[in-house]
């Protein structure tokens, strides 16, 4: 079965700061799909990014890039000149056929 | 180009009794799927639309639970006997379904269900 595994519950930036969040899955399957949600109090799930895995190229989407590693099953994403309106739930998912299937997410806080 | 939208926003009800949730996906979007996301977790899924048939429903977690989208379009996620373990936010998310299936799922807001 697919999991997707975040080991940091919690993160920190300082404004304008750079910060990277972590993310591993376990999938048998070669082509996928592989996204970071940010959910903010609101609870609306915001893309953020995603990859596909055929892609060897990495994802960007103006300060957010990730850094996929499909060998070691990674895929962490990277958030350049953090902003306070960056601080929310991130959540790492991965899909394939249907579903998608989520990490227990990472709180990241934005310190001015 | 309005989002998923998703009614009630907020919903108590008593144990035992039946709730219905309603989804309005992107327009367009002939894939919806539903989730249930309990405090401190990540979503999970629950059921999934291709058009007006359950392509997938092997995460409802028992017959109390059932969703329909006879349209094609909105779509009302129903349980009953509702208990307390219930209690959760449940979200709606659509899609655009190209051919090759794997496709940017779009969320709404939720709506949280409190089971007293």
């Known amino acids: 079965a697919q999991t997707v595994t975040q080991s940091q519950p919690e993160m920190s930036v300082q404004e304008a700061e750079t910060v990277t969040l972590s993310c591993t899955y376990d999938t048998s399957e070669s082509d996928y799909y592989l996204f970071w949600y940010k959910q903010p109090p609101s609870r609306q799930m915001i893309l953020v990014i995603r990859?596909?895995?055929?892609?060897?190229q990495n994802a960007t989407e103006n300060r957010f890039s990730v850094n996929f590693q499909k060998a070691a099953k990674s895929f962490s994403l990277k958030i350049s000149d953090s902003q306070l309106g960056d601080a929310a739930m991130y959540f790492c998912?991965?899909?394939?056929?249907?579903?998608?299937?989520f990490g227990t997410g990472t709180r990241l806080q934005v310190f001015p | 180009g309005a989002g998923v939208s998703q009614t009630p926003s907020n919903k108590v009800t008593e144990k035992g009794k039946y709730v219905e949730l309603r989804c309005d996906p992107i327009?367009?979007?002939?894939?919806l799927y539903w989730y249930r996301q309990s405090l401190g977790q990540g979503p999970e899924f629950l059921i999934y639309?291709?058009?007006?048939?359950?392509?997938?429903d092997s995460g409802l977690p028992n017959d109390r639970f059932f969703a329909v989208r006879p349209e094609g379009s909105v779509s009302t996620l129903k349980i009953q006997r509702t208990e307390r373990g219930d209690s959760a936010v449940y979200l709606c998310a659509s899609s655009l379904y190209g051919e090759l299936g794997l496709d940017t799922q779009y969320f709404g807001p939720g709506t949280r269900l409190t089971v007293l």
């Open positions: 639309f291709q058009g007006t048939g359950a392509a997938d």
């Open positions: 327009s367009g979007h002939t894939a």
């Open positions: 990859q596909e895995a055929y892609k060897q």
């Open positions: 998912a991965y899909m394939y056929t249907d579903k998608l299937i």
